[in-house]
């Protein structure tokens, strides 16, 4: 493998509008684009897979870190993501979603597949995709076929997803090299750049984006006090693991259920505190 031959996507099924204030919470440069009709992408700018800590053995693999990233985007957000992926010997997908274990498959890079099959027809379960027709043209990306490569596996499974609105921008192609996809992405009319401003202000945006969201009322209650609680508890270990591993990804993914479980709490009281303000007549929050 060389840092050259590393590429990778993230595919959200939300609008950018949805996607930017948890993709904030990643702590990584990305570009974010509209990718069709109720789907984004995600393009990193940096190489983590390179240039990260990893662990004894060097920089984590770029399917753990995508892996890790797109976990920790589905556990913190109520849409699947996938996360797409390729260095020099492998291609590969995983699919996230809340707390569901990911699914996810592999293919070498001569196309040969190297996945359980059981993966694909979770992989349509999930995404609401037809059992019978789709089901039939992702499993045929799972028999051998001399004349598909990994990189044609990855844009077979696009096309299956195209049925779903899903529609990358020009130059966001599986087999392209980071530096590739970036330009591309950075070219885009409607790119918008992902950048780490500190947790004030990325709990800012994530409280604004669910007043312009109109979320607020499903935040508030028994039910999503208790929903925030178990983000909280979950995200504490899964954050030390992460650290123990040395894995950015799944440092990730446990600080976006720390933060969203805090503000899940932290909303539910503060607007009740604001309502008690108002009805004696004070500030409203």
């Known amino acids: 493998m060389t840092a050259t031959s590393v590429g990778a ?21 990305m570009l974010l684009l509209p990718a069709g009709n109720g789907w984004s992408v995600l393009v990193p700018e940096g190489k983590p897979w390179r240039d990260g800590p990893g662990g004894e053995d ?20 109520g849409w699947p993501v996938l996360a797409l992926w390729w260095d020099g010997d492998r291609s590969g997908y995983t699919l996230a979603g809340g707390f569901r274990r990911p699914v996810g498959y592999i293919w070498l890079t001569d196309g040969t597949p190297a996945g359980e099959d059981e993966a694909m027809r979770t992989f349509a379960a999930r ?13 045929a990306l799972t028999r051998p076929d001399p004349e598909a490569d990994a990189d044609a596996r990855l844009r077979g499974l ?23 996809l970036r330009t591309a992405a950075d070219v885009h009319p409607h790119a918008d750049r992902i950048e780490w401003a500190g947790w004030r202000d990325t709990v800012q945006a994530e409280l604004d984006a669910v007043e312009s969201t109109g979320l607020g009322p499903w935040m508030r209650g028994p ?21 123990r591993r040395r894995s950015g990804g799944w440092i ?16 539910d009281r503060f607007r009740a505190e604001a309502e008690a303000g108002a009805r004696r007549g004070g500030p409203v929050w």
């Open 127 to 139: 995404l609401g995709l037809d059992p019978v027709l789709d089901v039939q043209e992702l499993e």
């Open 158 to 180: 696009l096309a299956v997803l195209t049925r779903t609105g899903v529609a990358l921008p020009p130059g966001l192609a599986p087999g392209e090299p980071a530096d590739r």
């Open 252 to 267: 990730a993914a446990g600080l976006v259920l720390l933060v969203q479980g805090a503000l899940g709490l932290a909303y």
């Open 58 to 77: 060097g920089p984590e693999p770029v399917d753990r870190v995508m892996g890790g990233w797109a976990t920790a985007l589905a556990v913190g957000s």
């Open 9 to 29: 996507l993230l595919l959200c099924r939300a609008d950018p509008e949805s996607v930017r204030p948890p993709a904030h919470l990643l702590r990584e440069r």
């Open 223 to 243: 039910r999503a006090r208790a929903v925030a609680s178990v983000q909280v508890a979950a995200g504490f270990p899964l954050t030390l693991w992460g650290a």
